[in-house]
């Protein structure tokens, strides 16, 4: 089936730093998504995208925040300066149309401030 | 906003028999239940899902039903087998126009042979 890639798969990065997560959404998918699971737990929403803006991002998006596409390459979420609490695995997932279609979810880098 | 509540949060049963796992929702709004099945280190996978202009659904052993006037929703596996051990996720979605998906805290399911 659609395959949404991520890389790195693990990242490691001391607080302070800066840390870009790229994702690969599935090449005819429209919706982009970043979902936060810290361990144990269970996903939870960060932020959609859609052409080229943000629709809407949760309380956890917080302002060392941001996501972009440039030019229909890699979706990314950046985050500037990383705190310990960023630590956490974080899913992209890409959908086709937002309302009617499954979201499909890469598997996950795994981030870790130290 | 939208808030999922799981239960139970860990569940084992014996090959064969069938496990249940049961999720309530807050917004009326929401009419789209999807179901997720996370085995370690591996990214979540759709398994099942039921929208709201159904009752009940079923996929080989798969079956979720769904409550709209209690708001709740579950997910039961009949004939478990040791592969359906890992961690189930009940979600909701509404169609306002966003589409983040509200997920519940997970339950960690257990096929002892």
């Known amino acids: 089936g659609p395959k949404v890639l991520q890389i790195p798969s693990h990242q490691i990065i001391d607080m302070g730093q800066m840390v870009t997560l790229n994702c690969d959404p599935v090449s005819n998918h429209l919706y982009f998504y970043w979902y936060k699971q810290i361990l144990g737990q269970q996903m939870e929403f960060l932020v959609n995208?859609?052409?080229?803006?943000?629709?809407?991002k949760s309380k956890l998006f917080k302002d060392q925040f941001s996501v972009e596409r440039p030019d229909g390459s890699y979706f990314t979420l950046k985050i500037q300066p990383t705190a310990l609490e960023d630590s956490a695995v974080y899913f992209c997932?890409?959908?086709?149309?937002?309302?009617?279609?499954?979201?499909?979810f890469g598997p996950g880098t795994r981030l870790t401030v130290l | 906003g939208e808030q999922v509540e799981q239960l139970p949060s860990i569940l084992r049963v014996q090959e064969g028999s069938s496990a249940s796992i049961n999720c309530s929702y807050e917004d009326s709004a929401s009419n789209y239940f999807p179901w997720y099945k996370q085995e370690p280190g591996e990214n979540p996978k759709l398994i099942i899902d039921?929208?709201?202009?159904?009752e009940r659904k079923q996929i080989q052993e798969l079956i979720v039903l769904l409550d709209k006037k209690a708001k709740r929703f579950s997910l039961h596996i009949t004939d478990t087998q040791p592969g359906d051990s890992a961690m189930y996720f009940c979600?909701?979605?509404?169609?306002?126009?966003?589409?983040?998906?509200?997920f519940g805290a997970g339950t960690k399911l257990t096929i002892k042979p």
């Open positions: 979600a909701a979605r509404a169609n306002y126009g966003n589409e983040k998906i509200t």
């Open positions: 997932a890409s959908s086709l149309l937002g309302s009617s279609y499954e979201q499909y």
């Open positions: 039921i929208r709201s202009n159904m």
């Open positions: 995208f859609y052409n080229g803006k943000v629709m809407e």
